[in-house]
């Protein structure tokens, strides 16, 4: 954040870090970066953007569906 402030001074504030336009930019800067941390736990938009990563999506989660009722069939398979 330290860098984003002394280039905004150079080309926002007339060489002023208190200047009321780098002050704001600079605040804007950490409420974006507090918007995009609480939302990207949630975001899963980013598998099903394109067809590449919706089928990606799909293929990988068919495999772990059957990997996991095969497992399962292993495991009852070995019950007494």
């Known amino acids: 954040m330290e ?7 150079k080309y926002h504030g007339g060489d002023d ?4 336009l780098v ?3 600079i605040r804007e800067f950490e ?4 918007v995009e941390k ?5 975001d899963y938009s980013g598998l099903v953007s394109d067809q590449d990563c ?3 999506a799909l293929t ?3 495999r772990e ?3 996991y009722y095969s497992s399962t069939r292993r495991l009852n398979d070995n019950a007494p």
Request: glycine share 4%; aromatic share 12%; proline share 6%.
């Open 31 to 34: 409420e974006g970066i507090k």
């Open 65 to 67: 569906t059957k990997e």
């Open 17 to 20: 870090p208190n200047h009321p």
């Open 60 to 62: 990988r989660s068919l």
């Open 54 to 56: 919706r089928l990606f």
């Open 23 to 25: 002050l704001f930019q």
């Open 38 to 42: 609480a939302s990207a736990f949630w």
């Open 3 to 9: 860098e984003a402030k002394v280039i905004l001074t």
